[in-house]
């Protein structure tokens, strides 16, 4: 089966939502719709469900033009950010509830419930009630009951925003196994960068409506097309510093210059904007071939095993992200340090031009 987006767009009381979108989906694959909030994700999972209808373009199922054509006849599935569940019902009928609305027999019915919630470690809490389950364990209850429903594609719109830290990062270690063991087309709505990386499979940038690029999720995040893809695919927040390469060097705004080696070796002179994530803001190195610039601490965040430094320099605000626990104080100078070999580039038009090599 595939699912496909030909030339989509939506709007909303004249405001568009989604702004010429094509992509296709494929049996047995993960797609993550990657972007802040209100940048369309949801607005195309509602598309692909047929619960929207779109302004222009056409949705298509097996290459047959479904535009229109009600969800109820679309073998579809959607979780959502809310898990939703019958409160009254154990686990077990949960699970089992699409499956007596299809009218399989008792058998089936046994068997499907029983290899879902192996699969969601649910076993131990099907004679349960959902208020007598954790928040986790709830939502694994609403997709085991999307699983079991056998539908073609599956969506998941931020599944796990409302749980806390330790039962999101649980899920996220789970859900790759239960894609795969699976076989459906799965859609997967996020706004971290971080999820979309452990997930895997493709990732979609999303925009302001726009899908500004589709691809392999690691090779999104290492080589992205411009700079809004970048900053969508980075957080903390994508550091940036205008730069000008000239005989040589590369000076940067507001102070600070160095030779034109690394990634700048190979472009001709000219201006340029650099971005660069918060592991790959050094402090205080000490390497000869570094880049090195004066700032000042705005405010440490530990977490324990990371601490996140807010450094300020001019009228710039950049965040570094170091190993382990460092207690600098609020206003204490420190050395930022870059490696040039260590950095993405971009042109007039925010377009990339050079970027590190793949590690």
Same mark, same amino acid.
């Given at each position: ?109 046994? !068997? ?109 995040? !290492? ?137």
């Amino acid at each position: 089966m595939s699912v496909s987006l030909q030339n989509v767009s939506r709007s909303i009381d004249g405001v568009p939502a989604i702004r010429d979108v094509s992509l296709t989906l494929e049996r047995g694959t993960l797609t993550v719709l990657l972007g802040p909030t209100l940048s369309g994700k949801t607005s195309i999972m509602r598309l692909l469900a047929g619960l929207d209808k779109p302004t222009h373009g056409k949705v298509l199922v097996d290459g047959q033009d479904v535009t229109g054509v009600d969800v109820r006849k679309r073998s579809v599935a959607m979780v959502y950010q809310q898990f939703i569940n019958y409160p009254s019902l154990s686990v077990y009928e949960n699970i089992a509830s699409p499956l007596r609305v299809q009218r399989q027999p008792r058998a089936e019915i046994e !068997r499907k419930v029983q290899e879902a919630a192996r699969l969601l470690k649910l076993e131990p809490y099907l004679k349960r009630t959902p208020m007598q389950l954790s928040g986790g364990q709830q939502q694994r209850t609403a997709i085991a009951r999307a699983l079991v429903k056998g539908a073609d594609l599956v969506l998941l719109d931020e599944p796990l925003a409302n749980l806390d830290y330790k039962l999101r990062e649980e899920l996220r270690v789970d859900l790759p196994r239960i894609f795969e063991a699976s076989g459906a087309i799965f859609v997967y709505a996020t706004t971290e960068p971080s999820e979309a990386l452990l997930l895997g499979g493709n990732t979609i940038c999303m925009w302001e409506g726009q899908a500004l690029q589709n691809g392999v999720t690691a090779q999104v995040y !290492r080589h992205p097309e411009s700079l809004r893809v970048a900053q969508v695919f980075s957080d903390p927040p994508l550091n940036l510093v205008n730069v000008e390469k000239k005989n040589g060097a590369v000076d940067y705004a507001g102070g600070g210059s160095g030779p034109a080696t690394g990634v700048f070796a190979g472009l001709g002179d000219g201006a340029y904007r650099v971005g660069f994530r918060a592991h790959q803001l050094e402090v205080a190195s000490g390497h000869a071939d570094r880049h090195a610039f004066a700032t000042t601490v705005s405010v440490t965040e530990i977490t324990g095993s990371e601490s996140f430094v807010h450094l300020k320099r001019g009228d710039a605000n950049w965040v570094a992200v170091l190993q382990g626990v460092h207690e600098f104080l609020p206003g204490q100078h420190l050395e930022a340090v870059l490696d040039p070999a260590n950095l993405f580039v971009f042109d007039a038009a925010d377009r990339l031009v050079a970027a590190p090599p793949a590690m």
